[in-house]
Nanobody
Framework: QVQLLESGGGLVQAGGSLRLSCVVS????????MGWFRQAPGKEREFVAA????????YYQDSVKGRFSCSRDNTKNTAFLQMNSLKPEDTAVYYC????WGMGSTSVDYEYWGQGTQVTVSS
């Protein structure tokens, strides 16, 4: 069974940085596009970024462009989300998810999900 495990969340001041990791086990990581989503209290889960199975295709939600960077290491079955210049409105639980041979921007595109990691940005 495919399992995803996020780590790297925490509390940071506005303007700071965090790097999230998502380790995938139990599947063929090289066939998975990886997506990052977040959900703030009282809000719908929203798309943040996605990276293709090769790493050559990447796209971001407009609000994080220029601040967040998505990458992956297929030798370690791990995807990363580097978050810089964090803002209080980035506060949310962040999730990674995988999609075979895809990189969609909606939750329904993805099959397996991690448990989430909390990111809190103080002002």
């Amino acid at each position: 069974q495919v399992q995803l495990l996020e780590s790297g969340g925490g509390l940071v001041q506005a303007g700071g940085s965090l790097r999230l990791s998502c380790v995938v086990s139990g599947g063929d990581f090289e066939s998975y596009g990886m997506g990052w989503f977040r959900q703030a209290p009282g809000k719908e889960r929203e798309f943040v970024a996605a990276i293709s199975w090769t790493g050559n295709g990447i796209y971001y939600q407009d609000s994080v462009k220029g601040r967040f960077s998505c990458s992956r290491d297929n030798t370690k079955n791990t995807a990363f989300l580097q978050m810089n210049s964090l803002k209080p409105e980035d506060t949310a639980v962040y999730y990674c998810a995988d999609e075979i041979w895809g990189m969609g921007s909606t939750s329904v595109d993805y099959e397996y999900w991690g448990q989430g990691t909390q990111v809190t940005v103080s002002s």
